[in-house]
């Protein structure tokens, strides 16, 4: 598998690279990411999401659902805070 899925990597240089994965976002608790971890997991969300929405209510017990939406934004809204520091930095 490759270091980033989704062909997220592809127009990003190293040096950007390095600098996602060296920018750490604070997620509550006393956890961090980095907004490269928080980028790669923002895709697989949003792919399941896009996977499961031609299935109907019930058709499938592994479909995800609203909550599941709602998580997706969250991890949306880390991925922006991160990016804004990664900007600054």
Same mark, same amino acid.
């Given at each position: 598998? =490759?270091?980033?899925?989704? +062909?997220?990597? !592809?127009?990003?240089?190293? !040096?950007?690279?390095?600098?996602?994965?060296?920018?750490?976002?604070?997620?509550?608790?006393?956890?961090?990411? =980095?907004?490269?971890?928080?980028?790669? +997991?923002?895709?697989?969300?949003?792919?399941?999401?896009?996977? !499961? =929405? !031609?299935?109907?209510?019930?058709?499938?017990?592994?479909?995800?659902?609203?909550?599941? =939406?709602? #998580? #997706?934004?969250?991890?949306?809204?880390?991925?922006?805070?991160?990016?804004?520091?990664? #900007?600054?930095?």
């Amino acid at each position: 598998m =490759s270091r980033y899925p989704y +062909g997220i990597a !592809d127009s990003l240089s190293d !040096d950007h690279l390095d600098q996602l994965e060296a920018t750490m976002v604070p997620l509550g608790y006393g956890r961090t990411r =980095s907004v490269a971890d928080l980028v790669v +997991g923002w895709a697989a969300q949003v792919n399941k999401l896009h996977a !499961d =929405s !031609d299935l109907r209510p019930g058709e499938d017990r592994d479909s995800w659902n609203a909550h599941d =939406s709602v #998580a #997706a934004l969250i991890i949306r809204g880390f991925v922006e805070r991160g990016s804004t520091r990664s #900007a600054t930095s």
